[in-house]
């Protein structure tokens, strides 16, 4: 393969500003809102099956979305056991053929729409736009991967240069059966992309989704099977943070694919490290602690509506979103001000409503996290603005958004994954200390900058150690093939998801040399 990038086109999308696509959505969606029958189970599920749970509706919940029956370690080695065996063949069919599945699997995704929109805001907490945003991220990874599979998984490799009577070629393939490892915040696009990526280069998917969201996860897979994905190839292993660590412990899996905190990568990478068995590849997505610098030369307008959405939208539960806001202290008050109203009007409440901004949060853990922190920073003297919770949001777990003002990124020791944003000053000769600061933190996921001056731009895009930098806009929804997403040091090891360098980093690579 010679060129980067593989000829592929983005999922158009749902375009919700059209009536005539936005209109009739919540009727046709509302349809296919009764999932109270269904229960997500393992793929290779044993009897007799015990109870299984409730999934909860995260903004109420009275509403029982569907159930889940959580893999047990028996069958979690006879799916490890299947996905073994069916590697092989999988492997052996080539890049083409696999890319012709990850394609019917996209189409199967855009043709179930209302379905995954649907579980998005019932099982998820998501709101129309975000899963909308969802849904056709989810579709892009498949066939961004499935581009992927044709230009580097062809039969005849790559010629190297070598001697003349000496043929040396490169080739890859699969490296056996991968774990993937599934966070709620993207419990489409994300799951999608963690099988898509080693399916493509030839592996076998254990498939774990969060605990928060097995239902979504359970669709996506058996639309994966009905696709034509042979029996092993693709397996729903469905349960908490023990079964992860059954999969991620066990000497018979070849690495994982991982998004998720950094605590556990962490605990996943020790326990890839101490088990026997192959060297294991492992790949993580974690958190970040971002930060957006806005200098006086920035456009008043344009950063309160970009610091809005990358701080609030979704409420707060991206891994891009902005934590840390950095306002040069002449521009500071009246920023603020700005801010301030724009916050004012965020609408709080039922993700149903077309016109909520901010949902709820994923469960009451996080909310009791999140809750705290805000009343930690309360009672430690920092001036925090919070908004009043609407009626009917305590059936919910919803947290009420704060700002919260402080000096330095410095006084935040953990990434806070939710509708809080952190605002510091800065004076203009102190710029070079405030990206110091920020790489000390030593996460580098996201970070944005709203300045004219394009040395200032210069000098943050030369000295920042993240790995998505985005320059007066928001700095949330990064494209897949466009924005190659993924950080560096605390947040991730790499490679970037929906670029052009992840799927290979599944394979292994043979040379044959050979003497004509
Ligand atoms: P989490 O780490 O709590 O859980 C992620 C997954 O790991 C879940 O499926 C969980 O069951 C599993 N798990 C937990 N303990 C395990 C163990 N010991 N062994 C194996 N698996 C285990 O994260 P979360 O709360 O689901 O997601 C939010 C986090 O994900 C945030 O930190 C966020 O920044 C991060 N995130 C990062 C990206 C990115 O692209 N960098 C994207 C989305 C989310």
Redesign the pocket.
């Given at each position: 393969p010679t060129a980067l990038f593989a000829p592929r086109a983005n999922s158009a999308g749902v375009d919700l500003a059209d009536p005539l696509v936005r209109e009739p959505l919540p009727e046709s969606m509302a349809e296919l809102s009764d999932f109270s029958g269904w229960t997500a189970a393992p793929t290779a599920e044993a009897a007799p099956a015990a109870a299984p749970r409730p999934v909860t509706c995260p903004h109420d919940r009275t509403i029982v979305v569907g159930h889940c029956r959580d893999a047990r370690p028996d069958e979690v080695s006879t799916m490890i056991e299947r996905a073994l065996s069916a590697q092989p063949e999988w492997d052996a069919r080539g890049g083409a053929a696999r890319a012709e599945l990850l394609a019917a699997v996209a189409d199967a995704y855009e043709a179930h729409r209302d379905a995954f929109l649907s579980l998005c805001q019932r099982e998820a907490g998501k709101t129309l736009t975000d899963a909308v945003l969802e849904l056709r991220e989810a579709v892009d990874f498949l066939r961004y991967y499935a581009a992927e599979a044709r230009r580097l998984f062809t039969p005849e490799g790559e010629a190297l240069p070598g001697p003349t009577g000496e043929s040396n070629r490169l080739t890859l393939h699969g490296r056996g059966a991968f774990v993937a490892?599934?966070?709620?915040?993207?419990p489409l696009a994300?799951f999608t992309g963690l099988i898509a990526g080693p399916l493509a280069a030839g592996n076998t998917v254990l498939a774990?989704?969060?605990?928060?969201t097995p239902l979504i996860a359970d669709l996506a897979v058996r639309l994966f099977r009905e696709a034509g994905m042979p029996d092993g190839v693709v397996q729903l292993v469905p349960?908490?943070?023990?079964?992860?660590?059954m999969?991620?412990g066990d000497p018979r899996i070849a690495g994982v694919a991982?998004?998720?905190?950094?605590?556990?990568?962490r605990?996943?990478n020790r326990?890839l490290a101490s088990r026997d068995g192959p060297l294991a590849q492992f790949v993580a997505?974690?958190?970040?602690q971002n930060a957006m610098i806005v200098d006086s030369s920035a456009l008043p307008e344009q950063v309160t509506r970009d610091v809005v959405a990358s701080a609030f939208q979704s409420a707060g539960q991206?891994?891009?979103a902005l934590r840390v806001l950095y306002l040069q202290d002449d521009i500071a008050d009246a920023m603020l001000e700005m801010i301030r109203g724009a916050f004012e009007a965020l609408v709080i409440g039922d993700p149903e409503d077309l016109t909520t901004d901010v949902g709820p949060v994923?469960d009451a853990e996080?909310k009791a996290a999140l809750d705290a922190h805000v009343a930690a920073m309360r009672a430690a003297g920092h001036t925090v603005w919070q908004r009043e919770l609407p009626q009917g949001c305590d059936r919910g777990t919803f947290v009420a958004p704060a700002i919260i003002q402080i000096d330095s990124i410095r006084q935040l020791e953990r990434?806070h994954?939710g509708p809080v944003l952190h605002v510091a000053r800065f004076a203009a000769a102190d710029l070079e200390q405030v990206i110091a600061d920020i790489n000390a933190v030593g996460y580098g996921?996201t970070l944005g900058i709203h300045t004219r001056i394009d040395n200032t731009r210069r000098l943050v895009q030369a000295r920042a150690k993240v790995g998505n930098l985005y320059v007066n806009r928001n700095q949330i929804g990064a494209v897949v093939g466009s924005q190659p997403?993924?950080?560096e040091g605390l947040?991730?090891t790499g490679p970037k998801?929906g670029g052009p360098h992840y799927v290979a980093r599944f394979a292994t690579e043979r040379v044959a040399c050979i003497d004509t």
């Open positions: 490892i599934a966070p709620w915040n993207f994300i774990k989704p969060a605990e928060q349960g908490d943070g023990t079964v992860g660590a999969l991620t991982f998004t998720g905190s950094t605590e556990t990568a605990a996943i326990s997505e974690t958190g970040g991206r891994c891009s994923i996080a990434e994954f996921l997403f993924g950080g947040s991730g998801a």
